[in-house]
């Protein structure tokens, strides 16, 4: 297998060429392998069931001490790869890790060295709370002139969410011509549904300019924090995360679904609806959206303290 052969296979199922240039250079990759025998082995068919997931692969890598194979997936390894994830990582990252890698492992259950491996790898989740930028601070951010080429991408994209509150697959291709009649329109990359948006007064800026080359996530999340810290929203938050609270500045719990969840807490905030929310935000189902709408107690508003007083 060569390397022009696997960023071929990669680009083909959906890896963004930086990410896919990060798992070419990653050390998981046995190059020995003809392309057609390494697909079938257990990081090729993650690679094409989970793109972009190298996180997980390095996570399941470091636990296991070497690259992993399909005769690797032993109760006693994944008992072990569980426990190792609840160290290094929040319960609730553990438990989608861990989520992923069961989904592959059932599918594929007849490479495994023996039944019931998956019936060992449980993590039970914990309460999380999440920030969201107020409209004061996502005009901060708007005002920010970028002092890079990748703060441009990022500020671009990230502002993109945050006014019509699209995922990131769905940002990187969006255009003007999504627009009619003051309304953005695009098919939902996730759940394949048309999702229509108003068109926000700052929407047309941010859609004629370049799209800009993608960035890994973690690019992304220290760009924005950096952005964040550089106008100053930096307020210290009192909040419940990776299993403990903590008070720490707003900006360094700033991150990639932060644009998605301040779309979500604005427009509620506003009194809209949770249901019509949902559908402005493509979500299959109103349990989901809910997650991304964060209000504390000073955001309650008069007419809800009528109730209480």
Known sequence: ?????????????????????????????????????????????????????????????????????????????????????????????????????????????????????????????????????????????????????????????????????????????????????GWLTYISQKTKTETSVPVHRLLLQYLSMPAGKPHVRSVVCDTIKRICRSVGITSVVRIFTHGKWVEIPKCELVGSHTARRSFATQLALRGVPVPTISKLMGHSNTKMTSRYICIDRSDIGDTAMAFFN
Request: glycine content about 6%; overall charge positive; hydrophobic content about 35%.
């Open 1 to 181: 297998m060569t390397k022009q052969e696997l960023l071929q296979f990669l680009a083909a199922q959906g890896w963004k060429e930086c990410a896919a240039k990060d798992l070419v250079s990653s050390g998981l990759i046995n190059w020995t392998l003809p392309l057609g025998e390494w697909r079938k082995s257990f990081v090729g068919v993650f690679c094409s069931r989970q793109p972009e997931r190298l996180g997980i692969l390095r996570y399941l890598a470091a636990s296991l001490g070497k690259t992993p194979k399909w005769s690797d997936f032993t109760k006693p390894n994944m008992a072990d790869f569980v426990r190792f994830l609840t160290s290094h990582t929040s319960r609730n990252s553990a438990k989608t890790y861990v989520a992923i890698v069961k989904g592959i492992l059932n599918i594929y259950e007849e490479n495994l060295p023996s039944s019931g491996v998956t019936k060992v790898m449980s993590v039970k989740g914990e309460p999380s709370q999440h920030v969201a930028l107020t409209e004061e601070e996502v005009e901060r951010i708007h005002r920010y002139q970028p002092k890079s080429e990748t703060e441009s991408d990022i500020k671009r994209a990230f502002m993109l969410e945050c006014l019509c509150g699209a995922r990131s697959c769905d940002v990187a291709t969006l255009s003007e011509s999504n627009i009619k009649d």
